[in-house]
């Protein structure tokens, strides 16, 4: 089964969840149930590198910034590199 088509078989399901819901943002309400679980899983996989996962993604790393904010994702530091001591 494709991709394309497991999303199109969950749209059904959702679009009924949300309009018993009575959402009236139906649209990005929808969007963002994708759009949330897309982005936290790049960035874990990136390492938290906000510049490799919006590149990946297609977006600029502030357009990345600026939907985890609106969507309540807390962006991971990134590693601190400590030097070590010269003995």
Do not use: F, W
């Amino acid at each position: 089964m494709t991709i394309a088509r497991i999303l199109a078989d969950a749209v059904p399901g959702l679009v009924a969840e949300l309009a018993a819901a009575r959402s009236e943002r139906l649209y990005r309400e929808a969007l963002e149930l994708l759009e949330r679980p897309l982005l936290a899983h790049l960035l874990a996989s990136t390492g938290g590198n906000q510049l490799r996962a919006a590149r990946m993604l297609g977006l600029n790393r502030n357009t990345l910034r600026k939907r985890c904010r609106m969507l309540g994702l807390t962006l991971p530091r990134a590693a601190r590199r400590t030097t070590q001591p010269v003995a």
